[in-house]
């Protein structure tokens, strides 16, 4: 017995280890001759968990890692955000995979041949670089090493510590209050922004950052806010119309981690809004229904609700719950057709074969009353501006909204 378990570790470390796999010195000298690269380091706030290896011809594998829906066949890796380290002047490739999603458990193919991406040497300062879809549906991004940092990201990214900054620059602003009311599942504090006078005649809701990979609707949130509070005349006279309740950054735990879609534990934001959510899988959703039970009860009901997103369409997502559809749909065709009149948005609206069960379209419209809207902003271009998207073109937005919703609420 003794001799045969002296055969199976034997066989065990055969395995393991076997004659072909060289030593660990023959392997790095092997790699110093291949390529220019240090490393990849993702260790950073809103960096994107992911796994690299180095190709023979010399091409980086970058391996995205996917979130999972809780009791649910979706998954998704959409974001990326990492640093490569390498010598300046060299020259890399980088191939991205694992693009296969699943949403609402149908397959998805995000990567696509225009699919944007960005660079940047201090992780502030962004620029478009391009991408190439190839087999097997993976990204081909090739990059140039100024210096011998650059950081590599899918869209302009909007940090948790981005959002920190713009709360303490208007935080002691007479027209702004910042109320907690709740906590994410790793108990980070969920803010509502309230910007304007609280007895305003109209009062609008909108919401930021459900799903950790779009930061188009924070830098959106980001422009509103500064061009309410520029003190001027037109601004007084937008704020004595209308006072705006910010929930900026819904999934603050996947910003901060660098995740694509679903909360920590594997809820997804924008979904299940048709019944009340559960406190202890999505407390963020949870916190926001008992915020709006309480301004109902107190008679501020919203008169409108925005929810920003980021897909590669462009769309305005109409819900259509079944409710007497009537009024809203009237104003939902008021709300773009105001859009298109004071904002670069030219894209459209989902037509009425359209559905998108559990939204938070259609849960706050059906359960609390609430013109609700879901607005993706194509993550890849801008067609009302001609080019791909950077947080200031999003920020031009936000600023345009004010126009939208003076006149949205002055029905001459």
């Given at each position: 017995m003794r001799k045969l378990m002296s055969f199976m570790k034997l066989s065990l470390v055969v395995i393991l280890i076997p004659a072909h796999v060289g030593t660990g010195a023959e392997k790095r000298t092997k790699i110093e001759r291949q390529t220019p690269l240090v490393y990849i380091n993702t260790l950073f706030e809103n960096g994107s968990p992911l796994h690299w290896e180095i190709q023979?011809?010399?091409?980086?594998?970058?391996?995205?890692?996917?979130?999972?829906?809780?009791?649910?066949?979706?998954?998704?890796?959409?974001?990326?955000?990492?640093q490569v380290r390498a010598e300046a002047?060299?020259?890399?490739?980088?191939?991205?995979?694992?693009?296969?999603?699943?949403?609402?458990?149908?397959?998805a193919r995000p990567a696509n041949g225009n699919t944007s991406c960005y660079a940047s040497q201090d992780g502030q300062n962004w620029t478009s670089i391009?991408?190439?879809r190839i087999e097997d549906e993976r990204l081909r991004i090739?990059?140039?090493?100024?210096?011998?940092?650059?950081?590599?990201?899918?869209?302009?990214?909007?940090?948790?510590?981005?959002?920190?900054?713009?709360?303490?620059?208007?935080?002691?602003?007479?027209?702004?209050?910042?109320?907690?009311?709740?906590?994410?599942?790793?108990?980070?504090?969920?803010?509502?922004?309230?910007?304007?006078?609280?007895?305003?005649?109209?009062?609008?809701?909108?919401?930021?950052?459900?799903?950790?990979?779009?930061?188009?609707?924070?830098?959106?949130?980001?422009g509103l806010i500064n061009n309410a509070l520029r003190s001027d005349q037109k601004s007084r006279r937008l704020l004595d119309?209308?006072?705006?309740?910010?929930?900026?950054?819904?999934?603050?735990?996947?910003?901060?981690?660098?995740?694509t879609r679903f909360n920590m534990r594997g809820m997804d934001l924008n979904r299940k809004w048709d019944k009340p959510a559960d406190p202890d899988l999505a407390p963020e959703n949870a916190a926001l229904e008992a915020w709006l039970d309480r301004m109902i009860k107190r008679g501020f009901k919203p008169h409108l609700a925005i929810d920003f997103h980021n897909d590669g369409g462009g769309n305005l997502h109409i819900a259509r719950p079944n409710v007497n559809l009537e009024s809203y749909l009237a104003n939902m065709e008021r709300f773009e057709h105001l859009l298109r009149k004071h904002t670069w948005f030219t894209e459209g609206s989902?037509?009425?074969?359209?559905?998108?069960?559990?939204?938070?379209?259609?849960?706050?419209?059906?359960r609390f009353g609430i013109d609700a809207v879901v607005y993706e902003l194509n993550a890849n271009w801008i067609e009302g501006l001609q080019k791909v998207p950077l947080g200031r073109d999003w920020e031009l937005l936000g600023r345009q909204l004010h126009n939208v919703f003076y006149e949205y609420f002055h029905r001459d």
């Amino acid at each position: 017995m003794r001799k045969l378990m002296s055969f199976m570790k034997l066989s065990l470390v055969v395995i393991l280890i076997p004659a072909h796999v060289g030593t660990g010195a023959e392997k790095r000298t092997k790699i110093e001759r291949q390529t220019p690269l240090v490393y990849i380091n993702t260790l950073f706030e809103n960096g994107s968990p992911l796994h690299w290896e180095i190709q023979p011809d010399g091409t980086i594998l970058i391996s995205l890692m996917y979130d999972h829906e809780r009791s649910s066949l979706n998954r998704a890796s959409g974001h990326w955000h990492f640093q490569v380290r390498a010598e300046a002047g060299s020259d890399l490739t980088l191939v991205l995979q694992n693009f296969y999603n699943i949403w609402n458990g149908m397959p998805a193919r995000p990567a696509n041949g225009n699919t944007s991406c960005y660079a940047s040497q201090d992780g502030q300062n962004w620029t478009s670089i391009l991408t190439e879809r190839i087999e097997d549906e993976r990204l081909r991004i090739r990059i140039h090493m100024e210096s011998d940092s650059l950081y590599v990201a899918r869209l302009e990214p909007y940090r948790v510590s981005d959002l920190e900054q713009l709360l303490d620059t208007i935080r002691d602003h007479p027209l702004v209050k910042i109320a907690e009311i709740g906590k994410t599942v790793e108990g980070r504090p969920l803010e509502i922004v309230r910007v304007g006078h609280a007895n305003a005649p109209h009062r609008i809701f909108i919401r930021g950052r459900a799903h950790a990979w779009e930061p188009g609707g924070n830098w959106v949130i980001q422009g509103l806010i500064n061009n309410a509070l520029r003190s001027d005349q037109k601004s007084r006279r937008l704020l004595d119309t209308y006072c705006l309740y910010i929930l900026p950054m819904a999934n603050k735990d996947r910003v901060a981690r660098g995740g694509t879609r679903f909360n920590m534990r594997g809820m997804d934001l924008n979904r299940k809004w048709d019944k009340p959510a559960d406190p202890d899988l999505a407390p963020e959703n949870a916190a926001l229904e008992a915020w709006l039970d309480r301004m109902i009860k107190r008679g501020f009901k919203p008169h409108l609700a925005i929810d920003f997103h980021n897909d590669g369409g462009g769309n305005l997502h109409i819900a259509r719950p079944n409710v007497n559809l009537e009024s809203y749909l009237a104003n939902m065709e008021r709300f773009e057709h105001l859009l298109r009149k004071h904002t670069w948005f030219t894209e459209g609206s989902t037509g009425s074969n359209f559905r998108n069960p559990g939204s938070i379209g259609g849960g706050l419209l059906e359960r609390f009353g609430i013109d609700a809207v879901v607005y993706e902003l194509n993550a890849n271009w801008i067609e009302g501006l001609q080019k791909v998207p950077l947080g200031r073109d999003w920020e031009l937005l936000g600023r345009q909204l004010h126009n939208v919703f003076y006149e949205y609420f002055h029905r001459d």
